[in-house]
C-alpha cells in the first residue's frame, strides 16, 4: 500500500515536501517513483529511485527544482519540490515497481495522489 500526504495549496515560489508511505508489499520493490497529473492532462513522470542503492532519474524539466529520496528505515518515500510554478498544479502520484522504468506502465502499485495547488 502506498499513502501520500503534504499536498497543499502555496503560492509560486513556494517549496514544498511531499511524503508516501510505503508499506505492506511495497516494500519489496526495487523502485519508487511520483508521477503527477493535472487536470485535462495525462499522468507524466517526475522523478524516481532505487530503493536500495537510491540511484535517481528525473524528468528533464523538473530536475533543477525537485529532489526525490527515501528513507529506507522507516519505508517512507519523498519529493522535495522548490521554486513552485502555477504549472505545478497537480494530483502528485506515489508508485512502487519491481522492476526499473520511467514509464507508468513499469510500475505496479500506486496511492490515492495527494493535491498541489500552486496560486500566483
Known amino acids: 500500500q502506498l499513502v501520500e500526504y503534504g499536498g497543499r495549496s502555496v503560492h509560486t515560489g513556494d517549496s514544498l515536501r511531499l511524503t508516501c508511505a510505503v508499506t505492506g508489499r511495497t516494500k519489496d520493490s526495487y523502485a519508487t517513483a511520483w508521477f503527477r497529473q493535472a487536470p485535462g492532462k495525462e499522468r507524466e513522470f517526475v522523478a524516481a529511485?532505487?530503493?536500495?542503492?537510491?540511484?535517481?532519474y528525473y524528468r528533464n524539466s523538473l530536475k533543477d527544482r525537485v529532489t526525490i529520496s527515501r528513507n529506507a528505515a522507516s519505508n517512507t518515500l519523498f519529493l522535495q519540490m522548490n521554486s513552485l510554478k502555477p504549472e505545478d498544479t497537480a494530483l502528485y502520484y506515489c508508485y512502487a515497481s519491481t522492476g526499473w522504468g520511467l514509464s507508468i506502465t513499469d510500475y505496479n502499485y500506486w496511492g490515492q495522489g495527494t493535491q498541489v495547488t500552486v496560486s500566483s
Open positions: 529511485i532505487t530503493w536500495v542503492g537510491g540511484g535517481t
